[in-house]
T-cell receptor, first 113, second 112 residues
Framework: DTAVSQTPKYLVTQMGNDKSIKCEQNLGHDTMYWYKQDSKKFLKIMFSYNNKELIINETVPNRFSPKSPDKAHLNLHINSLELGDSAVYFC????????????FGPGTRLTVT | DAKTTQPTSMDCAEGRAANLPCNHSTISGNEYVYWYRQIHSQGPQYIIHGLKNNETNEMASLIITEDRKSSTLILPHATLRDTAVYYCIASIAGSNDYKLSFGAGTTVTVRA
């Protein structure tokens, strides 16, 4: 069983398009996250949600909008895609906001042309 | 969060212990040391964490110096599957805005 899953695994799209990445966790965790890993491999947190409530928003452009329909899902919608949005996006979850261990999904490689 | 410094890369031989150093000289008293690793094209994986005492689990051991300014992650018997980027992170846990800040990490290559 996959603990944290993301779809799609690869996403290629043109500038200006709107796209979504879905994330689901079956661990029963309360907290979910989105991270971005750029071409230089630095991994940075974007958002965290606890029980569908936004906890962390790390100065991410408004074009990025996370949506948590329930605590098992955290989707990332990106409007007006730009070349600089090309990266690998990782979803993660943890039991609660202060848990030591985060479980990461396999990543979604987004390429904007 | 305290800044951590790690070597850019290191090699180790399969079957031998791999000792990965990390400096965190500005760590505060309530910051834990966490280790994660990222195998190529996969999401990061939690390894271990500690505050003051040495810690061991099924994956690794964590040795923290008495002054807490540095630590060493030990993979007791490295295998080829341990080839990955290893991240040492110092962060406060136990708060609602606790977050992990990943640096560049150490690229560890285990050679047969």
């Amino acid at each position: 069983d996959t603990a944290v899953s993301q779809t799609p695994k690869y996403l290629v799209t043109q500038m200006g398009n709107d796209k979504s990445i879905k994330c689901e966790q079956n661990l029963g965790h309360d907290t979910m996250y989105w991270y971005k890993q750029d071409s230089k491999k630095f991994l940075k947190i974007m958002f965290s949600y606890n029980n569908k409530e936004l906890i962390i928003n790390e100065t991410v452009p408004n074009r990025f909008s996370p949506k948590s329909p329930d605590k098992a899902h955290l989707n990332l919608h990106i409007n007006s895609l730009e070349l600089g949005d090309s990266a690998v996006y990782f979803c993660a979850s943890s039991r609660w906001t202060s848990s030591y261990e985060q479980y990461f999904g396999p990543g979604t490689r987004l390429t904007v042309t | 969060d305290a800044k951590t410094t790690q070597p850019t890369s290191m090699d180790c031989a399969e079957g031998r212990a791999a000792n990965l150093p990390c400096n965190h000289s500005t760590i505060s008293g309530n910051e834990y040391v966490y280790w994660y690793r990222q195998i190529h094209s996969q999401g990061p994986q939690y390894i271990i964490h500690g505050l003051k005492n040495n810690e061991t689990n099924e994956m690794a051991s964590l040795i923290i110096t008495e002054d807490r300014k540095s630590s060493t992650l030990i993979l007791p018997h490295a295998t080829l599957r341990d080839t990955a980027v290893y991240y040492c992170i110092a962060s406060i846990a136990g708060s609602n805005d606790y977050k992990l800040s990943f640096g560049a990490g150490t690229t560890v290559t285990v050679r047969a």
